[in-house]
Structure formats: C-alpha cells, structure tokens
C-alpha cells in the first residue's frame, strides 16, 4: 500500500468509517456478510472479497495443495482504510474460497502495507515447526518485518516480535522476494525514494537476516517493484517491474540488475495507476508446474458490498520482437473448469449488418476471433457486447485498420491477421491480442438483464472475413469449498433446510425445525468428531450414516441436559448431563457394524454405547434444531488430542476445540479446561504453544474454577508457576508464537519443579503450601493456544 494512493483516496471519496483493529483473542477474525456472490456486477470468475475495500495483490503463493492470494484489505468498510492482509484459497487458480484475514493491525505490529510472500519449503529459515511447508511474508513500512505460517496461512506470527529485519532510512515499502536458483540464494527488492524512484536489493540465505547488494535507480520504478525469471527461447532473463505494469528486461549477477533497455515497456493497456484497472501486479511463488502466473488489482469495480476485484489469473512468457524482449499474458488454461455450451463459426464475411453473433444471449463468456486483413475494406471491426436491440451496448473493442490499434492501443498483427480474445465479466472485461502480446484489463458496468445481453460483431465502412470464431459460456467460480468450516470430508456440502452461513467459529446456522448440512463425503464404519455450541438452539449434532435428506444417525448435545443418539422414529439412547447454552462441546461417534458409541469431552469412555441396525452406511454432516448453533472441526479419522485416562473435560471460560492436531483454545483471559482426575502428588507433561496471544500452561490441584497451580509459557520469554494471587517463579526461556515446547511438572508435597522442552533439570524448584489436591487441566491466557500428548504419572 501506498502514501499516493491514500492521497488519491482522499481526493476522490469521503470513507464510510474506520477501520477496525482487532485483538489478539479474536484473532483471526472473518467480519463479512453471508453472499450468493450474485448482486449486480460482482465477478463471477474475477476474485473480489466477500466484502469490504481491496487493492493490491500481496504474498501471492502455492503452498500445501492450494494457491494463496493474499490482498491489501479494509474488511471494514468499502473504501481505504487501516489496511489488513485479506485472504482467499484456491485449488486451481479460478475457485476462490474467502477466509479469515491473514494479517491484522492490532494483532500483528508494523504498518501493514503491500508485500510479497514465499514458500519455504527447504526450510532455509528454520521457521517450518510441523508437516506443512511456512508460508513467509513481508511487509512493513521505512523497512521490512517478517510474518510466516505454519499452518496454512490460518494463522501468522510475526518474527522477531515484529522488528525490522531491514531498516530503511528513506521512504520506502512493498518488499517482494524470489528465489535466486542459480545462487542458491533469496533475493528483495523494496521500492525506496532516495532521491528518487528505484528499488533497493537484498539477499539472504534464509528470508531472515539480509544484506544490502545494490540499487537500481529509474523514475519509471515506482511502487510494488517485482524481480522474477522468464524464459526466453530456453535463456533464463530476469524481468522488473513497477506497479504500472512497465517492465524491463536484464541480466541479475547475484547482487546487481542490469539492462540494456533505455525505456520499459507496458504489459497491459488498462488505466495503470492506483483505483484503475491493472495495478500493483503479482506473481504466484513456488507454482507446482512452474508457470509464472500472475494477478492484479482492478480498482474500478464497486458493489453494494465490495470495492475492487482482481484480474483473471495469466501465465507470463517472453518473446523476442525488433524492439526487444516482449512480456507476453495468457489466461490460465484452468478456465477451462468453467466452459459450458460452446458455438463456432468459420470462413465468414462480416458487415455493418451481417452480425454472425446474432442471437446469441450471454452474461458471462469467453470469445476467440481471428480476422484476414487481406481483402479486408472495413474501416474498423470489433465486437458489441451486452448489446441491445436499440443497437446500443455497454462496451464495444474495436480494431482501427488504418491506426493499427486495438481498443485504441498500439497493436501489430502477426502478418495479416489479427487474433483477438475476450474475457466478459459482469464487471471486467479483459481483451488479449497476438497470443497474449497484447492486452488490456478493464472494468465494465455490464447490465446482466436478459435484454441486454446480446453481442454484436460488426465491420464499419466495408467489410472483413472472419477466419474463424468460438463463444464460450463461462459459469460461475464462486462456492465450492469452505469459508471457516474446518474439516477434512469431501464437499460439495448441501444443506437440507435453514441457513448455513459463515462465521469465525465455523458454520452457523438458524434453523426453524431440523436442519442439515451434509458433505459429500459416506462410509458404513468409521470414527466421526466435531465441536458443537448451541447459541439459541434446542440441539445441534454429529450427522452419520445419512441419506441426501440427512435421515440417518445423529448424536446431539440437546439444551434440555442431555446427550443424544437418534435417529427418524427413534430415540436410541440418552444421557442427562449439563448443557449450556454458548459453551462449545466435543462428541465424538463410532459405527461399527450395529454398534454405535459416543463419546462427550474427551471422556476416555463412551457415555452412550447401543446398537441399531436401520442405517449402515451414508454421509456425513451436522445438525442443529429449532434456533441457532455454530459446528467446527468436522473431521474423521484419529483425534488431534490424546490425553490420559478421564471423564468428560469441562470448560472454564474460553472457546476450546479439537483439530486433527491438537486442542485448541481461544480466550480474552483466564481460561481453564479441567479433566475429573484429582490429584495431589504427580507428574504430569504435554506439548503446548501459543499460536497468536499471552500463555499456555498445565494445571494442577485446581478446584473447580481453575484455581489452583499452572506452570506455563509466557510469549514475553518465560516459564511461569502461579497461582491466583502470586506468581511463585519465572525463569527466562525463548518462547516464540507459534513454536510447540514441551512443559512437565511434578508435585511432591509441597515442592514444585517444572521442566522445560525436555531438559534434563528443572528450570523451576520451588515451594507453596496453598494448594494440596484438585484437578488436572490446561490453561489459556488472552488469545489461541495448542496442547495435545497431555501424560499424567
């Protein structure tokens, strides 16, 4: 993000307000309004952001089996504002799914402006802490912070507290890395005005600690700089840009850029500068077929509930022509997912008013022409799109014979024939010429009305043969996967009644009777979990063995005080225990056979175990009766919390959530999650990390409230033993978010040790006589913390 574009902003619209800062313990947080992705010219196969103000394009990665668009974001109102790090996954570069936001002020330090992102998957930085691959990115002002994920961009730590791991003097921002191959080496460029535009370059072994190699100084080269590679007849050349889409072609020695190219050239002939059509570009790192693929920011697109989209992803390439190496932008072939009804024409002479499109309807679609020059005597030739039978049409692309111009941009045909292809969107339209030499992102106001949805190809003042064309209907990219929903069942989901919506705890809904949301995902025997909280509903459950209209097997927690396990026309079993309403709560199920088993809380025995033979295999899926309930982590297979011997866990304040890695808990203060053993001499240990906040601990001797002793890690850089009212020791240790650290603790009498990632001797050996017996459990202090591998001796 930019000091010009804020300037811009201010001139041109008054903000609707403030944008807010988060909080840790509500980190990360999905603030947007249910959509059908439908209103009146949202993009159907452009990305925009469930809601809210979007610019530039930032961190843009592929990572773990998903492309990751990261974006510049206001996710609380529809202009500029306090920017956040936006977030949406694809699993081919069409299909976006919105998510939580990535990187949030008030949350993560330093301001929050563009920048570029990596994936880490040698672990150069030593930041990788799991399975997953990190996801690094940068960002900062007069400087550069690091942020890195190591859970899929779910959630980000910033490194080193957030300090400036480069510190910049001059103005300067929008940091962007690559990966030097040949140098074995990562390389920055960071635009920087000293005395003047230009980017300054850096490198690194390991994303982390950098060294300043070099400048390139140009009044071309302001903003959002880019360094990447491109082939060019089988010879690697190394490629810079700026924000406007201008480019140069050169050489990169390790340290230093050069070229030979006195001026840059232009990849894209929309309005370039910020809140126009093609700004602020970006390049996809670590794609797994190597395809340079890029997305920018279109600024000119508004709706009731968003400003601004993204340009339909490209493959670069690079060609030679007189004038020097050529960027060329091709759409990526996985629009093809997209394709519906086709028609062709060939060998056809078009006039003023022989329209070969004639009655032809269309809302959103691709077109492919080719026309002969030779013979031609049409003045200009082009296509009328959403066209009326007024003749009028919301945009027309023309080509000038005499001009050599395309849409009115500078464009040389290859020989004698002028190839032309076209994006229509509701609100973009995106014209590529010459096999991607040419093109031009724009946005169009598109009337999606049936009578406006003709399209019109014309020649004016003569005529020219059409060589060949193709129409292709395009359908909509939006709701395929999950939002918030974390689970590992196939989709597509469907919901058999009420609405299902998407909230920062999972999957909401509000249902008037039974409802149901079921996966695509079905098996007779199997192991099924999930967490379950009734905001204002009588019930909400774990949906098995179910037919599309969700009649199979539930196990709900019901408001009434019981445990639950039926099905349509029975009511298996029951089980009273105490169920609150807006406290979560874990079941667990397994089918085997005609044996059907819950499980509440974690318990190490099941509170229901009965038989029945009705259903024997169907899908999976949640649901909720009479009013609203939120579901999250609906997944099969092995728990991602193994703990000792217990009953039911209860929870004392805080969110608390099981995810195929570990419990999970997210609180504003003091939370608790207590098992029913009670003890007074012990040892107890398990593997904890503070994900984004304050503290993570073991507890012991604790009375029903939590009150008794925790030993925990401290984000400040500590190991802590308290109690309510005093904290008995702390000692220094180097505790990073997002790291897992083993704790343990034995009680004898009244000495207290605590041990430290496995280290051979306590770091604390202390002594307190408050607290003689009580219960085992966890604690979580002022924001999301990990445990899992919890052993009681």
């Known amino acids: 993000m930019r000091a010009l574009l804020v300037v811009l902003l201010v001139a041109l619209f008054v903000p609707v307000g403030p944008a807010a800062a988060g909080t840790t313990p509500d980190y990360p947080e999905f603030p947007y309004a249910p959509t059908t992705y439908s209103e009146p010219f949202r993009g159907q196969f452009h990305f925009s952001s469930q809601s809210g103000w979007m610019n530039d394009p930032n961190g843009l990665v592929f990572a773990n089996g998903l492309y990751h668009f990261f974006y510049q974001h206001n996710p609380h109102g529809l202009e500029w504002d306090t920017m956040h790090w936006g977030h949406a996954t694809s699993p081919d570069l069409v299909h976006w799914t919105q998510k939580p936001v990535a990187l949030e002020p008030g949350v993560h330090p330093g301001t929050l402006f563009s920048g570029g992102g990596v994936v880490d998957k040698a672990n150069t930085s030593g930041l990788k802490t799991g399975a997953l691959d990190p996801i690094v990115v940068f960002s900062n002002v007069n400087g550069v ?11 980000f730590q910033a490194y080193d507290g957030g300090r400036k791991q480069i510190e910049i003097p001059e103005e300067s921002r929008d940091p962007n890395v690559v990966w030097d191959a040949e140098r074995r080496q990562w390389v920055m460029v960071v635009w920087s005005n000293r005395g003047g535009n230009g980017v ?7 994303l982390l600690k950098w060294t300043f190699a070099s400048r390139y100084a140009a009044g071309w080269l302001f903003e959002c700089p880019e360094l990447f590679v491109l082939p060019l007849n089988g010879v690697p050349r190394w490629v810079l840009t700026s924000a406007t889409g201008e480019y140069v072609v050169g050489t990169f020695d390790g340290k230093a850029f050069r070229t030979d190219q006195p001026q840059p050239k232009k990849m894209n002939h929309g309005t370039t500068f910020p809140g126009g059509t093609f700004y602020a570009a970006e390049t996809f790192d670590n794609t797994p077929d190597g395809r340079v693929v890029q997305m920018a920011w279109q600024g000119g697109n508004r709706g009731s509930a968003w400003t601004g989209n993204a340009t339909f992803p490209v493959s670069l390439g690079l060609v030679a022509s007189p004038d020097g190496p050529r960027v060329t932008r091709t759409p990526v072939t996985e629009l093809d997912s997209l394709r519906a009804d086709t028609r ?32 031609a005597t049409a003045r200009e030739f082009g296509f009328a799109l959403h066209s009326r039978s007024d003749g009028s049409a919301d945009r027309t692309v023309t080509y000038d014979r005499a001009a050599r111009a395309l849409d009115g941009k500078p464009f040389q045909p290859a020989g004698d024939e002028v190839s032309v292809r076209l994006l229509v969107d509701r609100g973009q339209l995106e014209i590529f010429g010459g096999d991607g030499v040419f093109s031009l992102s724009d946005n169009v106001n598109f009337d999606s009305a049936a009578v406006s949805q003709g399209i019109r190809l014309f020649a004016n003042g003569g005529t020219v043969r059409l060589v060949d064309a193709k129409f292709t209907r395009l359908s909509t990219s939006w709701g395929t996967a999950q939002s918030t929903l974390e689970s590992n069942l196939r989709g597509p989901w469907h919901a058999t009644a009420g609405s299902w919506t998407d909230v920062a705890g999972g999957k909401r809904a509000q249902a008037t009777g039974d409802a149901f949301y079921l996966s695509a995902s079905t098996a007779a025997d199997a192991t099924y979990e999930g967490d379950l909280r009734l905001d204002s509903a009588q019930a909400a459950g774990l949906v098995f063995r179910a037919g599309a209209d969700g009649a199979g097997y539930t196990a709900n927690i019901d408001a009434s005080g019981v445990v639950k396990l039926w099905r349509p026309g029975r009511d298996i079993a029951t089980v009273a225990t105490p169920i609150v309403q807006g406290r979560g709560y874990h079941l667990k199920v397994q089918a085997t056979g005609s044996r059907l088993r819950v499980w509440l809380n974690h318990g190490t025995n099941p509170i229901i175990d009965a038989t029945d033979t009705a259903h024997t295999s169907g899908r999976f899926g949640a649901n909720v009766y009479r009013g609203a309930a939120t579901v999250q982590n609906l997944n099969t297979g092995p728990s991602g919390f193994t703990a000792f011997p217990s009953g039911p866990w209860t929870a004392v304040a805080g969110t608390w959530t099981t995810t195929p890695d570990s419990l999970r808990a997210q609180t504003q203060g003091d939370a608790f999650y207590l098992s029913d053993r009670v003890a007074s001499d012990l040892v107890y240990e398990g593997d904890l990390s503070i994900v984004n906040g304050v503290a993570a601990g073991l507890t012991f001797r604790a009375g029903a409230d939590g009150a008794g002793y925790t030993a925990n890690i401290d984000a400040s850089g500590l190991v802590k033993l308290w109690r309510p009212g005093r904290d008995i020791a702390t000692v220094a240790a180097p505790i990073v978010q997002g790291r897992t650290y083993h704790l343990k603790v034995q009680a004898e009498g009244s000495r207290l040790r605590v041990w430290f990632d496995r280290g051979a001797n306590p770091v604390i050996d ?16 002022a924001g999301t913390a990990t445990m899992r591998d919890l052993v009681l001796g």
């Open 766 to 781: 202390a002594t307190d006589t408050a607290y003689g017996e009580g219960r085992v459990g966890l604690n979580a202090y």
């Open 145 to 155: 912070s690091v942020f890195y994920s190591n859970d899929n961009g779910r959630s």
């Open 344 to 375: 062709t024409w060939r060998n056809t002479t078009v006039t003023a008013t022989n329209n070969p499109f004639a009655g032809v309807l269309a809302d959103t679609y691709e077109i492919t022409a080719r026309f002969d020059l030779r013979g």
């Open 200 to 206: 300054d370059v850096y490198t690194s072994p390991n």
